[in-house]
T-cell receptor
């Protein structure tokens, strides 16, 4: 079984500041890792994913994440945020052997202030 | 290409009633997964359907059941509704090419169910 811990429930930042949203996971097997974004009253949109290969993954909207196997972390970063980045962000994992099930963290609300 | 759609958008039921939620997969997708997202929580996996058969289930009681139709659309049925069933129900479709192949899940906007 897998579990995901998002260390911050809320992260307020000012526009154009850098941001890091933290995610740690627990699993006894190899995993795929994901970050999703959810805007108010909408479904989930995939920001980026780590399947294999380079541990630095680039996604949409200028976001990137780094997979650290030794620390079982997959933190999301953006060097300069915009007001439009205000949303809920979810980290998720799935088992590479049966990757149908996504296990999500509780989410981090990113609020970008002017 | 049409994305994943869900109906209805909102629904209000009373405790003990039954509800059916519907999902239309993205064109060309053969797999549907359902998730429950309670307020302030991340989504939780309910089950997945692949080619009209259940292909995995999360920790939900049997009163949560589903169907997948030949056109790959899907229904989620919940019997004997409880107050804790109030949540956003998300459907996600994907194209499964094999058990060990990564299949990206595309999410619909969800159905918000309120149980009074």
């Amino acid at each position: 079984a897998q579990s995901v811990t998002q260390l911050d429930s809320q992260v307020p930042v000012f526009e154009e500041a850098p941001v890091e949203l933290r995610c740690n996971y627990s699993s006894s097997v190899s995993v795929y890792l994901f970050w999703y974004v959810q805007y108010p009253n909408q479904g989930l949109q995939l920001l980026l994913k780590y399947l294999s290969g380079s541990t630095l993954v680039k996604g949409i909207n200028g976001f990137e994440a780094e997979f650290n196997k030794s620390q079982t972390s997959f933190h999301l970063r953006k060097p300069s945020v915009h007001i439009s980045d205000t949303a809920e962000y979810f980290c998720a994992v799935s088992d590479t052997g049966s990757n149908y099930k996504l296990t999500f963290g509780k989410g981090t609300l990113l609020t970008v202030n002017p | 290409e049409t994305g994943v759609t869900q109906s209805p958008t909102h629904l209000i039921k009373t405790r003990g009633q039954q509800v059916t939620l519907r999902c239309s997969s993205q064109s060309g997708h053969n797999t549907v997964s359902w998730y429950q997202q309670a307020l302030g929580q991340g989504p939780q996996f309910i089950f997945q359907y692949y080619r009209e058969e259940e292909n995995g289930r999360g920790n939900f009681p049997p009163r949560f059941s589903g169907l997948q139709f030949p056109n790959y659309s899907s229904e989620l049925n919940v019997n004997a509704l409880e107050l804790d069933d109030s949540a956003l129900y998300l459907c996600a479709s994907s194209l499964s090419l094999g058990r060990l192949t990564y299949n990206e899940q595309f999410f619909g906007p969800g159905t918000r169910l309120t149980v009074l």
